[in-house]
């Protein structure tokens, strides 16, 4: 344990086997898991033909080289097109390295058009990953605090807010792109407003600015659709994605359409694992079991109802601020801080997560069924009303 870097406060438990939405611990007991490892855990555990598939690829061939030509790679990026109506793909390894493609590709398409100190636009209360040039797009104090000197080239605005983002362009001649969450995750399930997205592609489209969208958390089924644009009816011209791309394989990767999909030449960005056989197959393989197995309609229907019965379960009480959420990813935020609740629904066996202090998150795998769900919203229901009126 020792030899560990202190960066995680861990929770006591230790799981050593997963089935479904199932989980178990070293001494045997049994966690409904309504995290799914932060979104990544889509297919639920160990899917048996998620696992198939990677130990198939794994006894075939794991890893060459980007100096070749990867015949997964090509597949998943032509799959991923298809999917999101992106023309092109890059791969790498996680969500922050997503981003950092996406930023990159945005500097380098402003020095593109003589733009010296491209800028890009991010929100209040985002959260876009752990490195310099994220953390620096990440609109959390707690993230950056005592890694100064961060990055510049950086412009924060309320989410939301199109009004403070059409400010934006009035001063400030560097912008080159706009980097959002459809629907953020770590900032406390934040859903927007009806024509938010649309007002961005206006003004990015006013503008000459590239809108690129973090899906990382709220991408490959979360929201009830494959991306979460697709509720808005735009279309982006960079999508992030990590977390359930892969499900648990670590992969990620920065998409582009149009004159984004150009920026990049070759020796501009790489990565050694982005992108290899092993982490494409297991992405194909989620990809094919979400259509196989109807999830992203179960993720829209389920949230929907989950939604539903938290409402109908904590009606009454005082201290609920809002049930909120798209597809399943779920928040229900609280007017007091609230990460006690953590300790206790592990305690009882079930998996949750409290973000931004006071707002309950759950993030199931999308093949939970009903009468999981049901556990679920019945457990944590009591919960919080034992908390709230404690
Ligand atoms: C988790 C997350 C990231 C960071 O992903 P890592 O794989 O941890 O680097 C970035 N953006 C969003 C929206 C996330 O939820």
Redesign the pocket.
Known sequence: MSNLMNTYLRLPVTFTKGEGVWLWDEGGKRYLDALAG??VCGLGHCHPKLVRAICNQAGTLIHTSNLYHIGKQEKLASRLAALSGMDNAFFCN????A?EAAIKLARLYGHGKNIDLPTIIVMEKS????TMA?LTASGNRKVQAGFEPLLTGFARVPYNDLEAVSQVAVHNKNVVAILV?PYQ??GGVNVPEANYLQGLRHLCDQNGWLLML?E???GIGRSGKWFAFQHSGIVPDVI?L??GLGSGVPI?ACLAKGIAADVFKPGNHASTFGGNPLACTAALTTLEVIEEEDLLRNALELGDFMRMMFKAQLAGLPDINQIRGQGLMIGIELSRPCGDLVREALRQGLLINVTSDRVVRLLPPLVMQRSEAEQVVNMLSALIRKFLLA
């Open positions: 932060v979104a996680s969500g922050a390295e981003n959260f876009h990953g752990r994220t969450e995750g770590e973090d990382v958390q709220c992030t990590a977390k990620g």
